[in-house]
C-alpha cells in the first residue's frame, strides 16, 4: 500500500510541475529574473505554483494534527524543529546558484524524463551531474540521517 | 508579462500541494525530492523502494499530462553550454542536501509549517538563484 500511494504521490506531482510549466527551464529564469521587473517581460509564474501549492499543503498539516498515524505507514516522519545553521545556509547558498544556472530543480528534472519534454540528453546530462553532486555532499555528512 | 501563465501555474501548483499533502497523509513522509533521491540512490535503505516509486511516479505524471492535452506539456527550452548544465547540476545536487532540501522540500513542505530553517533556505536560495541570473543574463551575456 505505501509504494501505491507513493507512486500516486509522484504522478499528482510530475502532473502539477508539468501542468506549471515548471519543466521548462526557461518559466523559472525568467521568474528569477528580478532585473525584468521594472524593464518587462517578468514572468511570475513560479509565483502562482507557490500560491497554490502552500495553502494545500497547510491544510495537509491542520489535517495530519487530528491524525494519529498515516494512512499507509506506522507513523509521521516529519523533521522537528531545528535552529538555523551553517550548513542550511550555505548549502541553500550553493543550491540557488545551480538553479540560477540551468534553471532546473530536482523535482522538474526527474518529470523531464519523460520523452515528451524533448531536450531528453540535456535533461539526463543534468540528472547526472545532480545525482553526482548528491554523492559528493555525503563526503560533507559526519552523521547521514536522510 | 507576456509569457505569464497565471491559470497554468495556480492548477499546476494546487496539484503539488495536493500530491505532497497526499503523501504526508498516506505515507507520513515529506515529499522533498533532493532527499528522495539520495535515499533512491541507496539500495541497502529502507525506504529504498518507497523512494524510487515516487520518483518514477515523476515523469509518469507528465506523460499522463500529454495523454490529456499535448498542448498543456511545456517544450524544454534548455539553454547554456554543457559545462553550464553539468556545473548548475553538480551544485543542485551537492547544494540541496548540504541544506536537507530543495524547492520542494524547504519551499513547498516547509514553508506551510512555518519552519524557521526552511523559511531561511528558501529566501537564502531564492536571494542567489536570482543574483546568478542577473549576473548570466545582464553582466555576462549583455
Known amino acids: ?146 | 508579462m507576456q509569457n505569464f501563465m497565471p491559470w497554468h501555474g495556480l492548477t499546476g501548483g494546487i496539484l503539488i500541494g495536493l500530491a505532497a499533502g497526499f503523501y504526508l497523509l498516506s505515507v507520513g513522509r515529506m515529499a522533498g525530492i533532493s532527499g528522495i533521491l539520495e535515499s533512491a540512490l541507496k539500495p541497502a535503505s529502507a525506504s529504498f523502494i518507497l523512494n524510487l516509486s515516487f520518483l518514477v511516479g515523476l515523469p509518469l505524471g507528465a506523460l499522463l499530462i500529454w495523454l490529456i492535452s499535448p498542448q498543456l506539456v511545456p517544450r524544454n527550452a534548455f539553454s547554456g553550454s554543457t559545462a553550464t548544465l553539468i556545473a548548475a547540476g553538480l551544485l543542485v545536487g551537492f547544494g540541496s542536501r548540504i541544506a536537507n532540501g530543495c524547492t520542494s522540500g524547504h519551499g513547498v513542505c516547509g514553508l506551510p509549517r512555518f519552519s524557521v530553517r526552511s523559511i531561511a533556505a528558501t529566501l537564502t536560495f531564492m536571494a542567489t538563484a536570482a543574483a546568478t541570473v542577473f549576473i548570466m543574463r545582464h553582466l555576462v551575456g549583455a
Do not use: E, H
Request: charge should be positive; glycine fraction near 12%.
Open chain 1, 1 to 146: 500500500m505505501p509504494i501505491v500511494a507513493a507512486v500516486i504521490a509522484g504522478i499528482m506531482f510530475g502532473a502539477g510541475l508539468t501542468v506549471a510549466q515548471m519543466t521548462n527551464p526557461r518559466k523559472i529564469l525568467d521568474f528569477l529574473d528580478i532585473a525584468a521587473i521594472a524593464k518587462g517581460g517578468w514572468d511570475p509564474t513560479l509565483l502562482m505554483v507557490f500560491i497554490g501549492a502552500l495553502p494545500m499543503m497547510f491544510l495537509a498539516y491542520v489535517i495530519q494534527r487530528r491524525m494519529r498515524r498515516p494512512l499507509a505507514a506506522p507513523a509521521f516522519l516529519v523533521p522537528k524543529p531545528s535552529p538555523i545553521d551553517t550548513r542550511l545556509v550555505a548549502g541553500s547558498a550553493i543550491f540557488g546558484i545551480g538553479w540560477g544556472l540551468a534553471g532546473v530543480c530536482p523535482g522538474p528534472a526527474i518529470t523531464a524524463l519523460a520523452p515528451t519534454s524533448g531536450q531528453i540528453g540535456s535533461v539526463i546530462l543534468f540528472v547526472l551531474a545532480m545525482i553526482g553532486g548528491i554523492l559528493l555532499s555525503q563526503f560533507f555528512t559526519a552523521s547521514s540521517t536522510g
